[in-house]
């Protein structure tokens, strides 16, 4: 009883403000994209690469990061994010965690020491902005905050990782920061979502990562609303874009201490990796002209983790299709840009 009063409560001042033009769910967003990452980090370095160019992005005023949302479960995971985002010169970039997750998804590269690296003389490399860990919200409180603060159908979210903080989101009732439902906040705040993830074409298989987490996988396409957007970036277009670990470190040849450079240096990174996770970011902040995709459809999910996409000219549903070789090319030097990329001013 206590609880729905205060959700009567929370919907009435809701209304006020709408009525008093402070919300405009009418208005359509126009700025800059407004993207909340969604990342397994502590695996794979490309999910690294990654938030790096939504922070240089940023820096060149082409974007705005809204926070991080680290799925893969442990406060070593959401330490390697406050890493990135204090280098980087965005401290204050909201972290949340996955606290009721998959219990121990596959490792690939196990960088999740990189928060306490130390130099010679066993004093941190790297410094942190996050005081306490345990202190940092839920995964999908913290989509919850960031959404309800957001214009209408302005947010991009890039979901790079496990589906667990989403299928969290979907299944949330209102709260303290919206009466909203998770179903019905993305529907009204979210323009469009990109995922690394899923098998197309005549090849039927299961996808890595909603195999790890499949009741998360499931409870995720059965909720998330038909009327909004999603593009998949399937595993075989960053398959051709391989960024080696004797490139990485050449390239951030200009200084000793960067996470990225430290991770390859300490790390065994030689494990064919290629620049899946970039191509969902690019997509979402700089649109879909450097793409080839296809037509629209709808997008179901087996119990084997395997992605079926039916055509439909009303479907909400789009996959990126693999480039040529000079696509691939041309994609690893735009990665590379921002890894060349000088210093930040501010740290």
């Given at each position: 009883m206590k609880k729905t009063k205060?959700?009567?409560?929370?919907?009435?001042?809701?209304?006020?403000f709408s009525a008093c033009g402070e919300i405009s769910p009418t208005e359509v967003y126009t700025g800059v994209p407004l993207v909340i990452l969604d990342t397994d980090l502590g695996s794979s370095t490309d999910d690294l690469f990654a938030l790096e160019m939504l922070h240089?992005?940023?820096?060149?005023?082409?974007?705005?990061?809204?926070?991080?949302?680290?799925?893969?479960?442990?406060?070593?995971?959401?330490a390697v994010?406050?890493?990135?985002?204090?280098?980087?010169?965005?401290?204050?970039?909201?972290?949340?965690?996955?606290?009721?997750g998959i219990p121990a998804p596959r490792v690939w590269i196990d960088y999740g020491a990189m928060p306490g690296y130390t130099d010679a003389d066993g004093k941190p490399m790297f410094r942190r902005s996050v005081s306490d860990y345990a202190s940092l919200p839920d995964g999908y409180l913290l989509y919850r905050r960031l959404l309800s603060a957001a214009p209408d159908h302005s947010v991009s979210i890039c979901s790079i990782g496990f589906v667990t903080a989403l299928a969290a989101l979907l299944q949330s009732e209102g709260d303290e920061y919206s009466p909203l439902s998770g179903v019905e906040l993305v529907r009204q705040k979210v323009k469009c979502i990109y995922?690394?993830?899923?098998?197309?074409?005549?090849?039927?298989?299961?996808?890595?990562?909603?195999?790890?987490?499949?009741?998360?996988?499931?409870?995720?396409f059965r909720l998330w609303p038909k009327e909004v957007d999603m593009v998949f970036s399937p595993m075989e277009v960053g398959e051709?874009?391989?960024?080696?670990?004797?490139?990485?470190v050449s390239d951030i040849s200009w200084t000793d201490v960067h996470p990225i450079k430290q991770v390859y240096l300490k790390c065994?990174?030689?494990?064919?990796?290629?620049?899946?996770?970039?191509?969902?970011?690019?997509?979402?902040?700089e649109g879909d002209g450097l793409f080839t995709l296809s037509g629209r459809g709808t997008v179901s999910l087996t119990p084997k983790a395997e992605t079926i996409f039916m055509p439909s000219a009303t479907g909400n549903?789009?996959?990126?299709?693999?480039?040529?070789?000079?696509?691939?090319?041309?994609?690893?030097?735009?990665?590379?840009?921002?890894t060349i990329a000088v210093e930040p001013e501010k740290r």
């Open positions: 205060q959700l009567w409560l929370i919907a009435l001042v809701w209304g006020l240089r992005y940023q820096q060149e005023g082409r974007c705005r990061l809204l926070g991080v949302v680290v799925d893969r479960m442990g406060e070593p995971n959401a994010a406050d890493v990135m985002n204090t280098w980087f010169g965005y401290p204050d970039t909201p972290i949340g965690l996955v606290r009721k995922v690394m993830g899923g098998v197309f074409g005549k090849s039927v298989e299961p996808d890595f990562n909603f195999s790890q987490g499949i009741s998360f996988a499931s409870d995720f051709g874009i391989e960024y080696t670990p004797e490139q990485v065994n990174c030689d494990t064919g990796q290629r620049m899946w996770d970039p191509m969902a970011v690019i997509q979402a902040v549903c789009r996959y990126q299709l693999s480039g040529s070789a000079d696509w691939n090319a041309a994609m690893l030097e735009k990665i590379r840009r921002f």
